[in-house]
């Protein structure tokens, strides 16, 4: 099972809202990432956890919070979020820290701010 | 710094044609892992290859192949007898190893026609 779930597939929230992504791997993986992707661009990092642990913050700003309650799940809380926050997020797993090994993604979630 | 560039935005070829999507990166370790993903409008990124630096054997997987050069700091993919299937954003991307984050080129969109 090389399986990356991602729920929910679309979500349309208001400014003033506050949601969750959800992200689920059961291949062993112990780093997880949170992507962001806007139209016709490639995928930015946002963050990493390693053993559960956040090992890379890109400077995110505050209205994004991430969580990973367990080695399996991987969550990222939104609260107050801009228009220009609208993107496909993604979350993939690899079976460690990037470079040796290759990171499996989910289908993603289609994030609308109105 | 990590660079990766597909200089090729769009490709547009006839169903049974043979194409070629390139990627030039530019790192100064020595120790490196270049990728392809490639990412269907369904929105999942879905991996292809891992390539170490030490490998520069090409590889084929059935109509998939890769061409690494080290001297010339290219990993070029080619799709044999394109099938309108094969119509999605093909990314390449680079880590320096551990720890380190990866970095994606800015896409090829290739478009197969029946």
């Known amino acids: 099972d090389t399986e990356v779930t991602q729920t929910p597939k679309h979500l349309v929230m208001g400014m003033t809202n506050k949601k969750s992504l959800k992200c689920e791997q059961h291949?062993?993986?112990?780093?997880m990432y949170w992507y962001k992707q806007k139209a016709k661009k490639p995928p930015e990092l946002m963050f990493v956890y390693s053993y559960e642990k956040l090992s890379i913050n890109e400077s995110v700003p505050s209205r994004f919070s991430p969580e990973c309650p367990n080695s399996s799940l991987l969550n990222l809380h939104l609260h107050a979020l801009q228009p220009e926050d609208s993107a496909l997020y993604l979350c993939?797993?690899?079976?460690?820290?990037?470079?040796?090994?290759?990171?499996?993604f989910g289908q993603g979630t289609r994030l609308t701010v109105v | 710094a990590q660079k990766v560039t597909q200089a090729q935005t769009e490709i547009s070829v006839v169903e049974k044609e043979d194409v070629t999507l390139d990627c030039v990166y530019e790192?100064?370790?020595?120790?490196?892992?270049l990728f392809w993903y490639k990412q269907p409008p369904s929105g999942e990124l879905v991996f292809l290859i891992r390539?170490?630096?030490?490998?520069?054997q090409n590889e084929i997987s059935g109509r998939y192949s890769w061409n690494f050069q080290k001297s010339t700091s290219s990993f070029n993919f080619t799709i044999t007898a394109s099938q309108v299937v094969d119509s999605a954003v093909y990314f390449c991307?680079?880590?320096?190893?551990?720890?380190?984050?990866?970095?994606f080129g800015k896409g090829t969109r290739l478009s197969v026609i029946a």
């Open positions: 790192t100064r370790d020595t120790t490196y892992y």
């Open positions: 993939a797993s690899s079976q460690d820290h990037w470079g040796s090994t290759e990171a499996f």
């Open positions: 991307a680079l880590s320096e190893g551990r720890n380190t984050p990866l970095v």
């Open positions: 390539r170490n630096s030490f490998d520069e």
């Open positions: 291949m062993g993986h112990r780093a």
